[in-house]
C-alpha cells in the first residue's frame, strides 16, 4: 500500500515562510492526485491544496489561495507544499495524502493513505 512521510515543518515567525516536503512509497507516483490537509487543535480537519497527475492542475483551500503553492516531481516521488506570508492562524498538523477518486477535490473523504503530518507553528 501507499505510504507517505511528510516533512518540513517547523516554528516560524509569521510573515515567514516554510517549504513542506512529502515522500511517496509504494504505488505507481505519477498515477497518483496528492493533496494537503491540516489540523489544529481544537478544529476540523481543513483542506489546503491538491495537484494532479502531471503537476498541471492545482486546487487550492480558501483560507490559503494566494499564499502557497503546491508541486510535485515524480522523479523522485515527491510532493511539496511552499507556504509564504504565513499567519498564526495556519499553526496546525500538515498532513499528506492521495486521491481515492484520482481527481482534484476539497472533499477530504475522497483523499486516503494520510501520513503521520509535520507540525507548523506560526507564532505573532
Known amino acids: 500500500q501507499v505510504q507517505l512521510e511528510e516533512s518540513g515543518g517547523g516554528l516560524v515567525q509569521a510573515g515567514g515562510s516554510l517549504r513542506l516536503s512529502c515522500i511517496a512509497a509504494?504505488?505507481?507516483?505519477?498515477?497518483?492526485?496528492m493533496g494537503w490537509s491540516r489540523q489544529a487543535p481544537g478544529k476540523e480537519r481543513e483542506f489546503v491544496a491538491a495537484v494532479s497527475r502531471a503537476g498541471d492542475s492545482t486546487l487550492y483551500g480558501d483560507s490559503v489561495k494566494g499564499r502557497v503553492t503546491i508541486s510535485r516531481d515524480n522523479t523522485k516521488n515527491m510532493v511539496y507544499l511552499q507556504m509564504n506570508s504565513l499567519k498564526p492562524e495556519d499553526t496546525a498538523t500538515y498532513y499528506c495524502a492521495v486521491s481515492v477518486l484520482g481527481s482534484l477535490s476539497k472533499r477530504l473523504f475522497e483523499y486516503a493513505y494520510w501520513g503521520q503530518g509535520t507540525q507548523v507553528t506560526v507564532s505573532s
Open positions: 509504494g504505488g505507481t507516483f505519477s498515477g497518483l492526485v
